[in-house]
């Protein structure tokens, strides 16, 4: 349990598609005329040791309030069994009594102390956010009440009490209002993006967790950035369900360790691209981290798809060494050839931005790299924090 928990709570960071998987997208896809009508943001991918800034972030005045009053609750401690459903049901707990905004501080002040609560935070800001989601009438209206701590676990939860509220039956026909009330739909902004993202792990909630029919529900979506974005949510959810096996039955039916591309060698071609952009955070997890082994399964991956996924790689490897130059630019270089380098260090810097929400990290990175990278790390940088802004 302790190994699945440390190695596999890696959920996904916001990085950008390859360019050759977007040349290809805008070839079999209608374009839209706004500035950010290319830019697919990526689910996020998250190490243990990314929620250590954000908690730290805390007053010592709200962590002290925080202590008093959630040491009244049962501990989880010695429970490791159903370690996750004893968290869940904690912070479920904790909602209805104090509110999302006081569960999702508390969460961070344990999450400084407790490792397995910031192992499993992503996860379980989902169910602060289901149980949230009921006292909102509005998308806009709960997103406003939280911050995007632990990778907008929050938001995705805040879908899926919607989605089940909505059912099923009528999911398709209202699949198109529900994030229409979200600032940013013309812009593309990131709180649109996690609403419809948030959308794809809503409709696998729905869906009882199955990949193929939550992909063709997300088709239903207006717009090739909707649905892209919806895949995103549908994948991610697929790889969360890795990590929460205490709901599963121990089985995740789109996932095989003996396969660890599947289920992106068996989608349909509009499918793939989502889904070889997150994958290898499933595949370093159940290959016990080896490096070496998963670029090589990214070799064997047709292209565009291996650009595509040496830059989930390089997404995975930045959040390893907690955004290190000099450890990201080292295990990017374990790649096979220099194109499968040049497009894990591409997904580094990605992720480095989207990290920190700033460029001044990316071009410290770039200007360690040999020249032969350099001009594109640089490129690249300049071009994603662009959408920051």
């Known amino acids: 349990m302790k190994t699945k928990i440390a190695i596999g709570v890696i959920i996904f960071a916001i990085i ?28 996020e991918g998250q190490m243990v040791t990314q929620g250590v800034e954000t908690s730290k972030k805390l007053s ?35 909602v ?6 006081f569960a999702i501080e508390d969460m961070k002040k344990r999450s400084s102390d407790d490792y397995a609560v910031l192992s499993l935070c992503h996860p379980l800001m989902h169910v ?20 995007s701590f632990c990778w907008s676990g929050y938001h995705h939860g805040i879908m899926e009490g919607i989605i089940e509220r909505i ?9 198109n209002t529900i994030c229409a009330d979200v600032p940013g739909k013309e812009r593309y902004t990131f709180d649109y993006y996690n609403c419809v993202h948030g959308l794809g792990h809503g409709i696998m909630a729905e869906l009882d967790d199955e990949v193929l029919e939550s992909l063709a529900m997300c088709d239903n979506l207006e717009g090739s950035w909707e649905e892209q974005s919806c895949y995103s949510g549908v994948y991610m ?67 565009p798809y291996r650009d595509i996924c040496n830059q989930s790689m390089g997404r995975d490897i930045a ?47 770039c200007a360690i790299l040999e020249d032969a990278y350099k001009n594109t790390c640089t490129d690249t940088t300049k071009s994603y924090y662009s959408v920051f802004k």
């Not at 010592?60 to 996750?84: D, F, H, M, P, R």
């Not at 602060?128 to 911050?147: H, I, M, N, P, W």
């Not at 790889?239 to 989608?267: F, H, W």
């Not at 374990?334 to 380098?341: P, T």
Request: glycine share 6%; with cysteine.
């Open 167 to 175: 059912g099923i039956e009528n999911l398709a026909t209202e699949l």
């Open 96 to 101: 209805i009594k104090s509110g999302a905004t």
């Open 237 to 303: 959810q697929n790889i969360i369900d890795s990590t929460n096996v205490a709901d599963s039955g121990n089985t995740v039916k789109y996932l095989k360790p003996e396969e660890p591309m599947y289920p992106c060698n068996i989608v349909a071609e509009k499918y793939k691209g989502q889904c070889y952009l997150g994958q290898t955070s499933y595949a370093l997890q159940v290959s016990g981290n080896n490096l070496k082994k998963v670029f090589g399964m990214c070799a064997n991956v047709n292209q």
């Open 319 to 365: 959040n390893q060494v907690a955004h290190d130059p000099t450890g990201t630019k080292n295990n990017c270089s374990i790649a096979v050839d220099l194109n499968d380098i040049n497009n894990c260090l591409i997904g580094a810097v990605k992720e480095i931005i989207s990290y920190y929400h700033s460029d001044t990290q990316a071009y410290e990175f």
């Open 16 to 43: 950008v598609l390859s360019f050759v998987g977007l040349k290809k997208y805008s070839n079999q896809h209608k374009a839209d005329n706004t500035p950010n009508s290319n830019v697919i943001f990526q689910p």
């Open 60 to 94: 010592e005045a709200s962590s002290s309030s925080i202590s008093q009053k959630a040491s009244s609750i049962k501990s989880c401690e010695g429970n490791s069994v159903n370690l996750y459903k004893c968290f869940a049901k904690y912070y479920k707990e904790l």
């Open 128 to 147: 602060v956010g289901r149980q949230a989601s009921e006292s909102y009438k509005t998308v806009s209206e709960a997103f406003s009440k939280a911050d």
